[in-house]
């Protein structure tokens, strides 16, 4: 391993990452001419960031309303115990959910707190009493739908900043 293999993000690595973040199909000479360098040293940079896990993958953002899934359900989830054989059992179980986009292990009052997309009510209807009321020690569900959309970021700006 080189030296540049084992040191932190640059200031230059953020700002491949945040025109990435913004066009993740960017070519490599398209991307060098956007920060000011190479296309064979943005497209060095961008391998060892893809090596080191830190860009883990591209994907397409989908508009999922022209896909006919128009209601986002914001589900909490209280399990009957918080043992870990219990929450094993619905972390395994709740992977298999098939309307469930995001799902993540919380503190406070709840325990689990899942993003569903539906098409409509009785969709969400449908998915409450053949999914989430399916899943292995669950003693409550909550369900918040989503009015609209103020704001939604993959990552926060923040994260993209280079404070040293």
């Keep these: 391993m080189t030296e540049f293999d084992t040191r932190v993000v640059d200031a230059t690595d ?19 001419e956007r920060i000011n360098l190479s296309s064979t040293a943005t497209a060095r940079r961008r391998k060892i960031l893809e090596d080191r896990g830190i860009i883990t993958g591209y994907t397409a953002n989908l508009d999922i309303a022209q896909l006919g899934f128009h209601m986002v359900v914001l589900v909490s989830i209280e399990l009957s115990s918080q043992a870990e054989t219990v929450l094993n ?32 009510f009785e969709d969400y209807d ?33 994260v993209l900043l280079d404070e040293r």
């Design 14 to 32: 953020y700002r491949i990452l945040r025109e990435l973040m913004r066009d993740g199909r960017a070519t490599d000479v398209t991307l060098g």
């Design 89 to 120: 059992e619905f972390e395994k179980a709740v992977i298999d959910c098939p309307s469930m986009s995001f799902c993540t292990f919380v503190s406070g009052e709840t325990d689990f707190l899942m993003i569903v997309h539906v098409r409509s």
């Design 126 to 158: 449908r998915v409450y009493r053949s999914e989430l009321s399916r899943l292995p020690h669950v003693a409550r569900i909550r369900s918040s739908f989503m009015m609209h959309e103020v704001a939604q970021r993959l990552i926060a700006p923040a």
